[in-house]
């Protein structure tokens, strides 16, 4: 949000059209997510005969409301806000939809995901203090939400700044700020924060739930049981603001995977809006132009001279680069410190490759079961036209896939891209009798495995003729084939169909360094798994032992010349 100018700036309705306008004829730069965003807005305002309308007058309402309020921090602090064209996009699009036969909201979740310093939560604060009051709902109940009571503050605090500095708005709808609620009497309805460490957040009959630095939630504790109180309603709205995060297995990443499908057209959820503000696959991450395209308030709220600083700080270190993705261009990453460059992973992926149609060709072949509870993987490595061709296979028990924290699991083995075997624990027979049938439609030279957990596997496939050679994880067999890889990536030496495990896996890879600059790849956290990483590195492994041993005809060749 901008300070009001002197010049009178055009509606606020006006300058979301426009601004969606200019986003879908490329005059204003942005990524592929808020051009469905935009896409998806213009499209549904040329819709007819559909089950609802857009109302200008109620779209309009929000904005005059919010540019009502002022702000609280920063050197705008004390001036009236006035909404920037992607926001008044934002809450226009929002607030503007209703049903065509009752005139009820269309829209009843929310998604925003922007970087940080955009104004994201100045901006939600509006519609929280519009439901509050000026939305006609008798009891009311509006909600700060976050993981933990002092995040859930933060935007509540805010929103009672906001309504203190403005002394007109408390008058004409009678609201008063308390300590820990903002009331208005007369409708019987009340704002206040609560989070995961509140006493109970059941039975909360939700008319509007802000939830706040959605990715910071370990758990879908506070979300599901904001969106069962709005449930109640049938008016509510869940409206969820983020940064990005590098938690991939937790609710927010599964509704930013959710709002990416339905923007891309996969799946069709009318009551579901969001936009999500990023970068492209490919894009220079050191470059001004892509900043500018992740951050709609560059140069408002966002300081162009901070974000470069920020950027020569990431070019020095891994860790700083994680940060600066996640906080500044706002992409996902598995975690804090990675030790592989995502962005050059997905630029190594080729979805038109097929398993099939390697058949009968030499690979290699990795085998890391982990325990019997947890995910196991099988990576076949081929070689073609010098880059090597990764392939990944990934086992979980059915009660894993299960688990309520593990949905993204569910997803996968649905999709194909996991396989689920019944019960508590890995079916090793299946992995096992799946190696077999694998060494029949390729020429496996060796099956590389961790005697940890694989020497009884590795016994029977022997005894079944496989060449099975032991792989110990320690240091010394683990650096060299660790940076092989991500020099690989680097590279483009490397490629792979783009499975989604192998690159949540690969994702979840931290790096520990010692003194003589080895490298041993391990995980952040218990659920980070990276049993794919883990095969693919002991696969590259053998390959560079392949590569230095001389061949037969070599062997001879120096033999005879001896």
């Not at 579901?272 to 308030?297: H, L, M, Q, V």
């Not at 990576?379 to 036209?385: C, M, P």
Request: include cysteine.
């Amino acid at each position: 949000m901008a300070a009001r100018k002197n010049k009178t700036p055009a509606p606020p309705l006006a300058r979301a059209l426009r601004y969606a306008d200019q986003v879908v004829d490329g005059r204003i730069p942005v990524c592929r997510y808020v051009q469905q965003a935009c896409e998806r807005q213009l499209r549904d305002l040329s819709r007819r005969r559909w089950p609802y309308r857009f109302d200008p007058l109620a779209a309009d309402r929000i904005c005059r409301f919010a540019e009502l309020l002022t702000h609280v921090k920063g050197p705008q602090a004390g001036q009236r806000i006035e909404l920037a064209p992607w926001q008044a996009f934002i809450l226009t699009t929002a607030f503007g939809w209703v049903r065509a036969d009752t005139g009820k909201r269309r829209f009843r979740r929310v998604y925003i995901e922007v970087p940080r310093g955009n104004g994201k939560t100045t901006m939600s604060d509006a519609p929280a203090l519009y439901m509050l009051a000026a939305d006609h709902e008798g009891g009311a109940e509006v909600y700060s939400a976050a993981r933990t009571r002092d995040q859930a503050k933060i935007a509540f605090w805010t929103a009672q700044e906001m309504v203190r500095r403005s002394p007109d708005f408390r008058r004409s709808l009678g609201v008063e700020v308390l300590a820990h609620r903002i009331v208005q009497a007369r409708s019987a309805s009340y704002f206040e924060a609560v989070s995961a460490d509140a006493d109970s957040l059941e039975g909360k009959n939700v008319h509007f739930g802000l939830i706040d630095e959605f990715h910071a939630h370990r758990s879908r504790d506070v979300y599901d049981a904001i969106e069962t109180g709005a449930g109640k309603r049938d008016q509510s709205m869940l409206w969820a603001i983020t940064t990005a995060g590098s938690d991939t297995l937790g609710i927010c990443f599964e509704q930013q995977n959710y709002l990416r499908n339905i923007l891309k057209g996969t799946i069709k959820d009318e009551n579901y809006f969001g936009i999500i503000y990023t970068i492209d696959e490919g894009d220079d991450w050191t470059s001004e132009a892509t900043w500018r395209k992740a951050n709609p308030n560059y140069g408002i709220s966002v300081e162009p001279e901070h974000l470069a600083l920020q950027c020569r700080k990431a070019m020095q270190s891994p860790a700083s680069q994680a940060s600066f993705l996640t906080k500044h261009l706002d992409v996902w990453i598995q975690t804090d410190q990675a030790l592989f460059d995502m962005t050059a992973w997905e630029q190594c992926a080729d979805r038109s490759l097929a398993l099939e149609e390697f058949r009968g060709q030499p690979c290699l072949m990795a085998v890391d079961l982990a325990a019997k509870t947890d995910v196991a993987a099988v990576i076949l490595l081929f070689e073609r036209d010098g880059k090597l061709i990764a392939f990944g296979r990934f086992y979980v028990p059915e009660a894993a896939a299960d688990a309520p924290h593990l949905a993204v699991f569910r997803s996968w083995v649905a999709q194909g891209h996991m396989i689920a075997t019944p019960g508590n624990i890995i079916d090793f027979d299946r992995i096992e009798a799946d190696i077999v049938a694998l060494t029949k439609q390729f020429e496996v030279g060796e099956i590389a495995y961790d005697p940890w957990q694989a020497t009884q596997l590795a016994t029977r496939l022997q005894a079944q003729g496989a060449k099975v050679i032991e792989f110990r994880q320690t240091v010394a067999n683990f650096s060299e084939p660790t940076k092989q890889l991500d020099a690989l990536m680097r590279s483009g030496k490397i490629v792979h169909d783009g499975n989604p495990v192998l690159a949540w896996m690969i994702g979840n890879v931290v790096g520990h360094y010692d003194a003589k600059e080895n490298v041993y790849p391990r995980k952040e956290r218990p659920e980070n798994k990276i049993d794919g990483a883990i095969g693919l590195i002991m696969a590259i492994g053998r390959h560079m032992v392949f590569e230095e041993e001389p061949s037969l005809d070599e062997f001879l060749a120096n033999a005879v010349m001896r």
